[in-house]
């Protein structure tokens, strides 16, 4: 499961992947959460957001949640199979 893409983060800027890491992997998350923002993070002036923003943002959470369990799922269904 540590190959497995991580759905809704992103490497941050500037950051350089340790040696022999694969950036953008369960594992690499799990060593380096600092590295990693969550894609789906509301910014800008809190001010002048809208409800909208709030469920854009949830829906695409939700989505990625769902990005990742598909993943694990497919994981799995291939482990089975074998």
Do not use: W
């Not at 990693?36 to 509301?42: C, I």
């Amino acid at each position: 499961m540590a190959d497995l893409q991580v759905a809704g983060f992103a490497l941050n800027q500037g950051v350089v992947p340790a040696a022999g890491a694969t950036p953008g992997t369960l594992a690499d998350y799990v060593a380096h959460p600092g590295d990693y923002g969550d894609s789906d993070e509301l910014t800008g002036d809190v001010a002048k957001r809208h409800e909208s923003d709030y469920f854009t943002a949830a829906v695409a959470a939700t989505d990625n949640a769902i990005a990742m369990m598909r993943l694990a799922e497919g994981r799995v269904d291939s482990v089975r199979k074998c």
